[in-house]
């Protein structure tokens, strides 16, 4: 009977220790708070397309790491990278006066990473998200006005949980800290309200 | 009851355990599962943190394993980029457990540089604890290509991972060998 109590209980005791969230999928969202920055649009109309470039971690934003440092189960957001992308530059464009739509300079990006790691500390870990994108503006006549690739590094620091909302929190960080590098180069902000200004960067 | 549970508990310690977070971006055909064959295979990228043998290792490590799974008629170019590689600290691995993990792409195409046919992202890890563990992860560059292998198997052509082939260790340095070779020239 013993026997029996011990190895139910032995039973028991692996599935607690098996069974973590380390190997359970998260989807979550990823929701962009905007930097905002001056009024610098004056109106004019800017388009914005994005596209998922993405070579490696294709599928997926981040992933679980067990006690080992083995990566476990996939974090996903809860929709498409670009559509992120997207709206997030809609909402920094907005925010500076600057109206969506057709008919004025486009903004073309591409996300070439968007993937947040996790290391481990000694009494608690980061997550790290790394989001690279290009940028380019274009003319309503086509002609590149302002090129640039933006290699960023998010954080959330001091975390205890390699879980989806702390993978989420630290590529926020990555494409508020992307975001702002595009709008504080004055050549970016002036390639989409003046169309006539060129500029070339890289970073 | 105490000693079924400290001895259960002592196993999941020092224990390793080995997991795929790869995934399939394009998956293959059916009929090229079945009926492809492999007949170039390139290495694009190594990370920089590999030995410089690294890339001959993959090479032949995926040689044997496509030839392995990969036994139809139909003739397949196999593009792989290792875009990450973590090899376990042994110090740490015996002290607080640790892992071996390998990252990157492999694409399938019609062979000369024809369409995409399969594309997937190869994720593997292998972890461990303990002296044991430290064993079991070492010639990390060696296993993990290996695995790298074995999931384009899986992924790919649907086969179970195969065995590794055994290290090219000279016979006189493994004791049961020695043993039958001794007996042999008695």
């Known amino acids: 009977m013993n026997i029996r109590i011990g190895a139910a209980l032995a039973a028991a005791m692996t599935f607690v220790l098996l069974g973590g969230c380390a190997t359970q999928e998260d989807v979550v969202p990823i929701s962009y708070k905007a930097v905002g920055g001056a009024q610098v649009g004056n109106g004019a109309t800017v388009s914005v397309t994005v596209e998922d470039s993405r070579t490696e971690d294709r599928t997926r934003i981040s992933n679980k790491i067990n006690g080992y440092g083995m990566e476990m189960a996939a974090i996903r957001a809860n929709r498409p990278v670009p559509d992120i992308i997207k709206e997030a530059m809609e909402t920094e464009l907005r925010n500076r006066g600057f109206v ?11 996300v070439n990473r968007f993937y947040a790691s996790f290391k481990q500390g000694f009494f608690s870990g980061d997550a790290i998200g790394d989001v690279k994108l290009h940028a380019v503006v274009l003319s309503p006549s086509g002609q590149t006005l302002y090129e640039r690739q933006v290699n960023v590094e998010g954080k ?14 630290a590529l926020v960080d990555g494409m508020a800290k992307a975001m702002s590098a595009l709008f504080d180069d004055p050549a970016f902000v002036a390639a989409l309200a003046k169309p006539t200004t060129t500029a070339f960067n890289n970073s | 009851m105490i000693r079924i549970a400290l001895t259960l508990s002592t196993a999941i310690l020092l224990a390793g355990c080995v997991n795929s977070s790869s995934e399939t971006v394009r998956s293959m055909p059916a009929d090229l599962m079945k009926n492809g064959k ?30 392995h799974c990969a036994t139809g008629t139909e003739p397949l170019d196999l593009e792989v980029s290792v875009t990450d590689f973590k090899g376990n600290n042994a110090a740490k691995a015996i002290l607080i457990g640790d892992s071996n993990n390998i990252k990157g792409q492999a694409r399938l195409r019609r ?36 695995g790298f292998a074995a999931e384009i198997c899986k992924r790919a052509f649907g086969k179970a991972p195969y065995t590794q082939p055994r290290r090219n260790i000279p016979p006189d340095t493994i004791g049961r060998d020695s043993k039958r070779r001794k007996a042999a020239q008695d």
Do not use: W
Not at chain 2, 112 to 119: A, E, I, K, L, P
């Open chain 1, 156 to 169: 959330a620091a001091n975390i205890q949980l390699a879980s989806g909302s702390n993978a989420a929190d």
């Open chain 2, 38 to 67: 492999v007949a170039a295979i390139t290495v694009k990228e190594v990370p920089s943190n590999t030995s410089p043998e690294f890339r001959g290792k993959m090479e032949s490590q995926l040689r044997q394993a496509m030839d």
């Open chain 2, 111 to 146: 062979a000369n540089g024809g369409d995409v046919v399969g594309d997937f992202d190869i994720a593997r890890s292998v972890g461990a604890g303990g002296i044991a563990g430290a064993l079991v992860m070492s010639y990390a560059e060696d296993k993990t290509a290996f």
């Open chain 1, 100 to 110: 969506i739509g057709q008919g004025g300079s486009s903004a073309k990006l591409s």
